[in-house]
């Protein structure tokens, strides 16, 4: 199977993916307790004030019609109104969208930095100090929940040695860097102890792979045979829990954006649940969904570039 026909199959199995969310969005938002009209109008609306709000949402028809209306409204990018942000869904989320793609990203690249050089020292090193002194550093970190490790870099770093601002996104380039640099540092002490684990595993067992002693009797060189034949193998399993970790990473920035007052899709969507912004919330998981299933996606085409053999499966 050629590569283009490997990424337009994995296209069509992302549709009916999508539609199984969009059922399941639909229906979980509106079993959440609460009146979004009363959270809409003001304390002195009379019942009238709140049916005409509640006709205006169309949440006096049907469901089935709901539902018909919600999917055609997405086919064709209106998602709504926001009742928290008195703005469209889509306007909002686009004003938001950056600050998070900018942490995810700043985040898996500081947890590959740190795990990726990291996992093969811990595999060469295997039950020497350098490997048991590795991996008890990330196990502390694996151990902990992410908001008390941001907790913890945010009391040392910014507010008691002051070295980095205290939450926020910036104006400049160089402030972005800087205000996300401690909420970055907090994903990717948690992501990159689970990439390293598996990585370092996974590198062991290609070590004792038949075809790498074999590299080695040839006379190759430790470098070579490191860089050629060890890293690309190794990294086949480590994509996908890569993929998953990115995956994963999306709805922990509701945490982490919200202890850093990052404005980002996630402390947007915290604000919207309160809020019990139906459109807002809606939105919003639309938008992880279509988020995620493009990084397994990506997953999927980097892995297949990497093992020719997952094509044919």
């Known amino acids: 199977m050629s590569s283009i026909s490997y990424l337009f199959s994995r296209l069509l199995q992302i549709v009916p993916t999508f539609l199984l969310v969009m059922i399941f969005i639909f229906l979980l938002v ?99 100090l350098p490997d048991l002194l590795i991996r008890s550093i990330f196990q502390i970190s694996l151990s902990m929940p992410v908001f008390y490790i941001g907790l913890i870099l945010l009391s040392i770093l910014a507010a008691r040695l002051k ?41 062991i067992e290609v070590l004792d792979a038949e075809y790498i002693q074999f590299a080695r009797a040839k006379g190759l060189p430790q470098r070579l045979v490191l860089f050629r034949h060890v890293f690309r193998n190794a990294l086949i399993s480590t994509v996908t829990l890569l993929g998953l970790s990115i995956g994963n990473l999306m709805s922990g920035t509701l945490v982490t954006e919200t202890v850093f007052a990052v404005p980002g899709l996630g402390r ?32 999927d085409m980097f892995q297949s570039w990497l093992d020719p053999r997952l094509r044919k499966s």
Do not use: C
Not at 71 to 82: E, H, I, Q
């Open 30 to 128: 509106r079993l959440l307790p609460g009146d979004p009209a009363i959270a809409m109008a003001d304390a002195k609306a009379t019942e009238a004030q709140l049916e005409q709000i509640r006709h205006n949402l169309g949440l006096d028809q049907p469901m089935p019609i709901q539902f018909a209306k919600f999917v055609g409204n997405v086919l064709t990018g209106d998602l709504g109104n926001s009742i928290l942000q008195k703005a469209p869904v889509l306007a909002v989320i686009q004003d938001r969208l950056p600050v998070t793609l900018f942490l995810a990203g700043y985040s898996m690249a500081l947890a590959i930095l740190f795990s990726v050089p990291l996992a093969f020292v811990a595999a060469l090193y295997r039950d020497r």
């Open 163 to 203: 070295w980095l601002p205290v939450g926020g996104y910036g104006e400049t380039w160089a402030e972005h860097f800087s205000h996300l640099l401690l909420p970055a540092l907090t994903i990717a002490f948690y992501s990159s102890a689970i990439i390293l684990r598996n990585l370092r595993t996974s590198v």
């Open 268 to 299: 947007l969507m915290l604000d919207a649940i309160f809020a019990r912004d139906y459109p807002l919330i809606q939105g919003l998981t639309l938008t992880f969904a279509v988020l995620v299933s493009l990084v397994f996606l990506a997953t």
